[in-house]
Structure formats: C-alpha cells, structure tokens
C-alpha cells in the first residue's frame, strides 16, 4: 500500500508541473489509476464472498427444465465436457449469470469469441463460440444478470455446428457442473 501510495503522489506532482496539453492526458492517467485500483479492490471484495449458490440461466429464449444436461460427456480427441451446451439461435442475447468482472474477452482455438467473468468466491464463469461481443464491453467491466455479455454463434471448434453458447463454471478446485445451479429468470420487462 505505501508503495501505491507513493506512485499516487509521483504521479500527481507530474501532473500539476507539467505543460497543459500533457497536464491534460496526464491527469487522464491518474484518473484511470484511481479508477484500476477502485475496481481491483471492489473485485478483491467479491471475491472475498461466498460463491453464488443459484446462477441465472444466461438465455431468455430456453428454460433449464429444457436443458440437457452434457456435463462429463465425451469429446472425439478424449475429453469430457466441463460444462454446459445451451443452444440457441445464432445473435440470441447471452446475459451474466452472475454479478461479477468481466476478467478477459478474447479468442481461443476451442472457445472461439469468449468472455470469462469472475464472481463471488473467485468463481470463474466461461461463456463461448459467441458470434460477437457487445460494443463496448472490456476487462473490468462490472456485470450483473441484466448485463449481456456477448451473442449465441458457433466459433472455435462449434464452427460449422449448431449454434450455443458453452457455459462453464471453474472453482479453485477445477471446472464444475453449472446445471444444478442453474435457474431460470424472474419475469422481467426484458423476458
Ligand atoms: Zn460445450
């Protein structure tokens, strides 16, 4: 902390000695420091929380009695499935299923367009083969089950089949199955 202490001050007496222009942008850069730290240690404090013990079925177009349920199943090169296939048509809203930070969004061989979510408990929520993102959403991005994260597609290794959205839920301890926590919306305006 007294290291973050002192950068904060560094910083700031950069800010007020230089020319305006830099003042300027500077003063952004201080700013955005304050703003990191304020979200790492809201993140810390959710992370401090007991994990979520009911998770809200990111679609509004299915209902988990409608599920079926894929967890363990085999894969053609040996693995099993460590989550859940919820298909979907391709664009259909994927909302949060839980409060949390959005902790990475990017692309992988497997997952295609992915988005990773971290919640109470340092649960870590994977959402994938998404088709797009919305603008705008990034790293650090505060969510919650109204906030949509992404869009239903078939990227990575679903190209070419039917469009879902994989969801998976990693604890400390390793992947879980999501199903028996997963529950269905309340009616909203949005439903
Ligand atoms: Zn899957």
């Given at each position: 902390?007294?290291?973050?202490?002192?950068?904060?001050?560094?910083?700031?007496?950069?800010?007020?000695?230089?020319?305006?222009?830099?003042r300027?942008?500077?003063?952004?850069?201080?700013?955005?420091?304050?703003?990191?730290?304020?979200?790492?240690?809201?993140?810390?404090?959710?992370?401090?929380?007991?994990?979520?013990?009911?998770?809200?079925?990111?679609?509004?177009?299915?209902?988990?009695?409608?599920?079926?349920?894929?967890?363990?199943?085999?894969?053609p090169?040996?693995?099993?499935?460590?989550?859940?296939?919820?298909?979907?048509?391709?664009?259909?809203?994927?909302?949060?299923?839980?409060?949390g930070?959005?902790?990475?969004?990017?692309?992988?061989?497997?997952?295609?367009?992915?988005?990773?979510v971290?919640?109470?408990?340092r649960?870590?929520?994977?959402?994938?083969?998404?088709?797009?993102?919305?603008?705008?959403?990034?790293?650090n991005?505060?969510?919650?089950?109204?906030?949509?994260?992404?869009?239903?597609?078939a990227?990575?290794?679903?190209?070419?089949?039917?469009?879902?959205?994989?969801?998976?839920?990693?604890?400390?301890?390793g992947?879980?199955?999501?199903?028996?926590?997963?529950?269905?919306?309340?009616?909203?305006?949005?439903?």
């Open positions: 902390m007294r290291a973050f202490g002192k950068f904060a001050v560094v910083l700031a007496g950069i800010a007020l000695l230089s020319p305006a222009p830099a300027a942008s500077l003063r952004e850069d201080v700013a955005g420091f304050f703003h990191g730290i304020a979200v790492h240690f809201r993140m810390l404090r959710l992370a401090a929380q007991p994990p979520d013990s009911v998770l809200i079925l990111p679609l509004r177009t299915t209902r988990v009695h409608r599920l079926y349920d894929s967890w363990g199943a085999g894969r090169d040996g693995r099993k499935h460590q989550g859940q296939d919820l298909f979907a048509p391709r664009g259909t809203p994927v909302y949060s299923a839980t409060t930070y959005v902790t990475r969004i990017g692309e992988n061989r497997l997952g295609g367009l992915t988005v990773w971290m919640g109470a408990g649960r870590v929520y994977y959402y994938a083969h998404l088709d797009r993102y919305p603008e705008g959403l990034k790293a991005d505060r969510v919650d089950t109204g906030t949509v994260i992404g869009y239903v597609g990227t990575g290794n679903a190209r070419g089949g039917k469009p879902h959205l994989h969801f998976g839920v990693y604890t400390l301890q992947p879980i199955n999501p199903m028996p926590l997963l529950r269905d919306p309340g009616r909203t305006p949005s439903f």
